[in-house]
């Protein structure tokens, strides 16, 4: 820890202290890599070397909350933290084709628990690209894959707190390989995107669990208006109101073979290793402070399910198969109060219903954004109903407070 606060002390002075102008109209320091989006109202802190040899870009976010959580048959509980603190560098080295992005992560929310014989959560994205012309962008790291529409989105740039249920369970997240993306976005004519990757399968910073089986992705974004304003597709909410109708629609396939966790790139391990496959379908509308969302994810294995501990028949884990929809609209008015509301559908799959449960949750959230999805505050009021196997049920709610600033 001391060695990671003297490294942001350096990178800190070293801002303070570079003397470079940088003119954005002519060298413009956000660059915007496919494989890694997040969303930034301003263009964080830029450093071009005299001979613009290199050029690294800083910026920080944070979001703190505060909840009132009441699950049925506990008493209630209030829980504050520093759920996400994320600190990322860009830019380019020798050529501008030649990128790079690094994301580290602080929270605990995001490091997780420190568990003997695995690696600590801080790295997020490390990952080099090679980028020849505004159609093309190659990467080699790790980072996200393209995957289901709210994942690939920075947490950053959510309209309510935190992502859904179905996210939770079947998002494809961030993995270690290499990345392919075909970008053809215009303003308004119809646009489209063809992403692949082949990664390792096994989730980020996984160390000494190789394996004979990869991850495939594929992933298809059509925009039949054209392209959002202001890559609009990465983040939620019409904060820009879209001047005229914009619409994505978008589908990817992953098949991970002999996967070693319970949810593919993320859960615990399991005792015998799976091969999963992944069907994550998005829709994303905007106009006039109108946002509409709808999604499908799925999960499925062909080798069964559960996994048994071959040492200990009492012991098991299984993949977490199934599907669901999320259902999300929103309005943001001409003083940036935005009205939201989701609904989300959760059914686990034949093989672990009795392990379990589906759920259906609502969520509704009023969020101030005093500069876009940089600076805002959010509140939200959640409910879930999960249904068992043996027919009981139980319902669960929290209402939050969360405020989001960064750079």
């Known amino acids: 820890m001391k060695k990671i606060i003297l490294i942001i002390t350096l990178i800190s ?26 969303y930034s109202f301003g263009k964080g802190i830029g450093i071009t070397s005299p001979d613009s040899l290199y050029q690294m870009n800083i910026r920080f976010r944070m979001q703190n909350r505060v909840s009132y959580i009441e699950n049925e048959g506990e008493n209630g509980a209030y829980d504050g933290q ?70 690939v989105n920075s947490s950053g740039g959510l309209q309510l707190t935190d992502r859904t249920i179905n996210n939770a369970k079947f998002t494809i997240d961030r993995d270690f390989g290499f990345q392919v993306h075909n970008m053809n976005e215009f303003k308004n004519k119809f646009s489209y995107n063809f992403k692949a990757a082949v990664s390792g399968g096994e989730g980020r910073n996984q160390t000494g669990k ?35 109708p ?8 992953q098949q991970n073979n002999h996967a070693q966790r319970t949810q593919g790139q993320l859960g615990n391990d399991l005792f015998e290793r799976r091969t999963m496959k992944s069907v994550l379908l998005d829709a994303m509308f905007k106009y006039a402070g109108w946002a509409g969302m709808m999604s499908y994810m799925s999960r499925t294995t062909n080798e069964g399910a559960i996994t048994v501990n071959p040492e200990d028949s009492t012991q098991s884990n299984y993949v977490y198969v199934g599907n669901g929809f999320d259902y999300q609209a929103s309005y943001n008015t001409k003083s940036n109060y935005e009205f939201i509301a989701r609904y989300s559908i959760q059914n686990v799959g034949h093989d672990i219903q009795a ?20 600076f805002k505050i959010q509140g939200e009021l959640n409910y879930d ?23």
Not at 14 to 36: G, P, Y
Not at 94 to 115: M, R
Not at 212 to 240: H, M, S
């Open 13 to 38: 002075a070293l801002t303070i202290s570079a003397q470079v102008s940088i003119e954005q109209t002519k060298q413009d320091n956000d660059i915007k890599l496919s494989a890694l989006p997040y």
């Open 246 to 253: 914009k619409l994505l629609l978008s589908g990817a396939f």
């Open 355 to 374: 392990l379990a449960p589906n759920i259906r949750e609502y969520s509704v959230g009023l969020t101030k954004y005093i500069w876009e999805h940089t």
């Open 82 to 151: 520093v759920r996400r603190l994320r600190l990322r560098f860009d830019g380019y080295v020798g050529n501008p084709k030649f990128l790079y992005a690094l994301q580290l992560s602080f929270a605990p929310g995001d490091v997780g628990e420190v568990k003997e014989g695995e690696n600590i959560n801080i790295i997020r994205d490390a990952v080099v690209f090679y980028r020849p012309n505004k159609f093309w962008n190659i990467s080699f790291g790790q980072t996200k894959l393209p995957g289901n529409r709210q994942r």
């Open 210 to 244: 190789a394996d004979d089986g990869i991850a495939v992705t594929g992933k298809v974004e059509l925009f039949p208006f054209g392209a959002f304003t202001k890559d609009g597709t990465y983040f939620e909410g019409d904060v820009i109101r879209e001047k005229k």
């Open 385 to 407: 109903n999960l249904h068992y196997f043996d027919g009981s049920s139980k319902n669960n709610w929290y209402l939050r407070f969360q405020v989001e600033i960064g750079i």
